[in-house]
C-alpha cells in the first residue's frame, strides 16, 4: 500500500511538473491566437481600404483581403505549433495521413473545385458588384464573391450564394456589363387601325418617358405578327443601368400606361380576342335581348 501511495504521488508530481512546464507555452500561444486573430482582421481592412483606393474593381479588393486574412491566421497557427513544440508530430501526422488525404480530398473535392474556381474569378470574371446576372435559374444582383461561393441577391429579395464552381461551368447572362439594357413589350392594334400614325404616336410617347435612352440607344417599334384579331406590334427601349435612380421595371411599366393611353386618344383602340360563330345548319341561334335600364 505504502509502495502505491508512492507511485502515485511520483505520477501527481510529474503531472503537476509537465504541467508547470508547459502552462506558460499554452498562455502564450493563446496570447499569439488572439493576436493573429486581431491582426488578421486589421490587416484585412487595411488592405481592403488601399486596394479600393488603387482599383476599380471593389470585387478584387475584396478577393485579396481575404486571402491576406488567412495568410495571416496561417502564419499565427504555425507560430503556435513551434511554441508548442508540435511541428515535429504535425510533420509526421501529416507524413502518414496519405491515404486518409486521399479520402478527405475525394469527399471535399467540390469544396477544393469551388476554391480554385474562386481564384480564377477574381482575376477573370463575367461580372462586377452590382451587375445583374443569370445563372442556371437563378437571376439578381451579384453582391460579393468569396473563395467558396458568390452572392446573389434575386429581385423578390433572397440571397442565394452560388458555388463557384457551378457559375464556372455553366453560361453567364449579364445583363448590365456595358450600362445597357433592352426592354419591350407588345401591343395589339384593331385590323382597322392606321399603322402609321399609331407607330408614330408610340414613338412621340416613348420621348416623354423618364429614363428611355433616346441618343445612345433609339427606340424601336415593329410589327410582329398578325393574330387573330389584332395586329400585333413590339415596342422595344433601351434604359441605362448606370443610373441608380431608374427603375427597370418602373420604365417598363410607364411606357405601358403612357403608350396605351396615348393610342386611345388618338383613337386607335386595342380590342379585345374576337370569336367567330360560324352555323352550320339551318337552325337559329337562341338570342335574348338585355336592355340597360338606369
Known amino acids: ?140 444582383t451579384i453582391r460579393g464573391l468569396s473563395l467558396r461561393d458568390t452572392h446573389i441577391k434575386t429581385f423578390d429579395g433572397k440571397d442565394v450564394y452560388v458555388p463557384n464552381g457551378q457559375i464556372l461551368k455553366n453560361p453567364i447572362i449579364n445583363y448590365t456589363i456595358d450600362g445597357f439594357i433592352r426592354m419591350d413589350f407588345d401591343i395589339g392594334l384593331d385590323y382597322g387601325s392606321d399603322l402609321d400614325k399609331a407607330t408614330k404616336t408610340i414613338y412621340k410617347t416613348l420621348e416623354t418617358v423618364h429614363g428611355i435612352l433616346r441618343e445612345e ?34 420604365v417598363k411599366t410607364n411606357a405601358i400606361r403612357e403608350v396605351v393611353q396615348a393610342l386611345s386618344k388618338s383613337d386607335i383602340y386595342l380590342p379585345s380576342d374576337i370569336m367567330e360563330l360560324k352555323i352550320y345548319n339551318d337552325k337559329p341561334i337562341p338570342t335574348v335581348m338585355v336592355r340597360n335600364e338606369e
Open 1 to 140: 500500500m505504502q509502495q502505491f501511495l508512492e507511485d502515485l504521488q511520483l505520477q501527481v508530481r510529474s503531472y503537476y511538473d509537465l504541467l508547470v512546464a508547459t502552462l506558460p507555452k499554452v498562455v502564450l500561444a493563446v496570447i499569439i491566437l488572439l493576436i493573429a486573430i486581431f491582426a488578421a482582421r486589421r490587416f484585412s481592412n487595411f488592405s481592403r481600404t488601399q486596394l479600393n483606393e488603387r482599383m476599380e474593381d471593389p470585387l478584387l479588393a475584396q478577393f485579396f483581403s481575404r486571402i491576406v486574412r488567412w495568410v495571416v491566421l496561417l502564419t499565427g497557427g504555425l507560430i503556435i505549433l513551434k511554441v508548442l513544440a508540435l511541428q515535429d508530430a504535425a510533420a509526421s501526422l501529416l507524413a502518414g495521413a496519405g491515404i486518409t488525404a486521399f479520402i478527405i480530398g475525394f469527399a471535399f473535392k467540390d469544396i477544393g473545385e469551388n476554391f480554385l474556381a474562386g481564384i480564377l474569378m477574381a482575376f477573370k470574371r463575367p461580372f462586377r458588384i452590382g451587375d445583374t446576372v443569370e445563372t442556371g435559374n437563378i437571376t439578381g
Open 217 to 250: 440607344k433609339a427606340p424601336n417599334v415593329t410589327i410582329s405578327s398578325l393574330g387573330a384579331s389584332t395586329i400585333n406590334m413590339t415596342v422595344y427601349f433601351w434604359i441605362d443601368t448606370f443610373d441608380k435612380s431608374v427603375s427597370g421595371l418602373a
